[in-house]
């Protein structure tokens, strides 16, 4: 436990320090220096030492800077900054902490590098041939010869041309979409806390975003009796996957009712269960987005 290693490291420099540690985060409670101690880089050390630790677990820090135990709250508050630390609200804003300030751990170099490929992935745009529906990456093709189809040889070039000619109609809406780049997922994670506390809903509901089409997902989205909801995510705007999730978590608050006991029939287009899944969702949606408006840009 990090308590006990800084404890053994910093002890004779301290007056207290509480840090409570779970799998996921680490909650700084109290962290008191001596005074004779204090300005000589014993609060840096330990405060290296801990991000160290949480980075390496992949643990959020979450605290709140006090003057209570002799401090300047607003040192404070440029202190943790320096590590990293943000205001707990906006696009940081995470409702399974109360405290002002938190800090999400840091990708290592592996977790950068596979982030980097699936990137990568994620914008390789596909292209599909109007004549025969066969499909490919832009990748696979050279650029001289990019829209020609690898099945048929049909130029879908020309149809791009007669496209572009067409009138353009300004969307008034940009919706993002979803990559798996670290604020993107915990943006949609955010979502999914605010959903819970919107629903009501203690449990543990297990979440997953898919980028590739499994046997178990042929839609965008399915809830599971057991509490799993799955996501279909590729190329999907981050606001409509947020539609999807809040949808999924109405039908798991209902089960949890007891007033969802058949999801194939229950959830057929009309049913009450569906329609109001659907409200409910739509509602959800637009008090987030008024909360947080980045979801649409």
């Not at 995470?94 to 699936?118: A, C, G, H, Q, V």
């Not at 809903?201 to 509490?227: C, H, N, P, S, W």
């Not at 089960?255 to 009450?272: A, F, I, M, V």
């Amino acid at each position: 436990m990090i308590q006990d290693i800084l404890n053994e490291k910093y002890g004779e420099y301290l007056i207290g320090l509480d840090i409570y540690e779970t799998k996921s985060s680490l909650i700084l409670s109290r962290i008191i220096i001596k005074p004779e101690m204090r300005n000589s880089g014993v609060g840096t050390n330990i405060m290296e030492d801990l991000i160290n630790y949480a980075d390496n677990n992949k643990q959020i820090i979450a605290l709140t800077p006090s003057s209570d135990f002799g401090g300047n709250k607003n040192k404070l508050i440029q202190f943790y900054k320096r590590f990293g630390f943000k205001h707990n609200k906006g696009i940081y804003k995470s409702f399974e902490y109360r405290d002002t300030m938190i800090r999400y751990p840091k990708l290592n170099e592996s977790m950068k590098s596979l982030i980097k490929n699936i990137l990568k992935e994620t914008t390789d745009k596909t292209i599909t041939c109007d004549e025969c529906g066969w499909h490919w990456k832009e990748s696979q093709s050279e650029a001289s010869d990019l829209y020609v189809c690898h099945k048929c040889g049909h130029d879908n070039s020309k149809d791009k041309i007669k496209e572009s000619n067409k009138p353009k109609i300004k969307s008034l809406l940009r919706e993002r979409l979803l990559t798996q780049d670290d604020l993107d997922v915990r943006q949609v994670a955010d979502f999914v806390n605010f959903a819970k506390d919107f629903l009501k809903i203690d449990d543990d509901v297990k979440v997953e975003l898919a980028f590739e089409r499994t046997e178990d997902l042929k839609t965008t989205a399915y809830y599971r009796l057991d509490g799993l909801i799955k996501i279909y995510a590729k190329n999907r705007a981050i606001i409509d996957i947020m539609r999807s999730l809040g949808h999924e978590l109405v039908h798991h608050k209902q089960n949890l009712e007891g007033r969802l006991t058949n999801p194939t029939e229950d959830g057929e287009d009309g049913s009450e269960i569906e329609n109001e899944a659907n409200a409910v969702a739509g509602k959800m949606i637009r008090i987030y987005g008024k909360q947080h408006p980045e979801i649409y840009v």
